[in-house]
């Protein structure tokens, strides 16, 4: 693995949202966690949609813990923000899912660079 070129963006320039995405997926190649580049990026995707889900899911879970505060406007507010959450985490999981039965699995040779 060590012949293949994975190209990264200058450390100084965080322009791209791929950034941290193809850092991870370099991390996952050095430690053999993955095959193949294509494959390591799936992999970092998927990591980081989890992880923002998990915050999301702790957002909601502070909303649902919430006494009403007998402001109508605040109520409303954390009603409004509850349902946005669940939306939201919906959204997560049917992308999470959409990626998995995309994923091409490990293939042996990815797409030229």
């Not at 791209?16 to 993955?34: F, K, R």
């Amino acid at each position: 693995m060590a012949d293949k070129i994975i190209p990264l963006w200058p450390t100084g320039n965080r322009t791209s949202a791929l950034t941290h995405v193809d850092e991870l997926a370099a991390q996952l190649l050095a430690n053999g966690q993955a095959a193949t580049l294509t494959s390591a990026r799936i992999d970092a995707v998927l990591k980081q949609i989890r992880e923002d889900r998990s915050k999301l899911v702790a957002v909601f879970e502070d909303l649902e813990a919430r006494p009403p505060t007998g402001n109508a406007q605040l109520d409303e507010a954390d009603t409004d923000l509850r349902a946005g959450a669940v939306e939201g985490i919906t959204h997560i999981d049917k992308l999470i899912l959409a990626i998995e039965a995309w994923c091409p699995g490990n293939s042996a040779e990815d797409p030229s660079i």
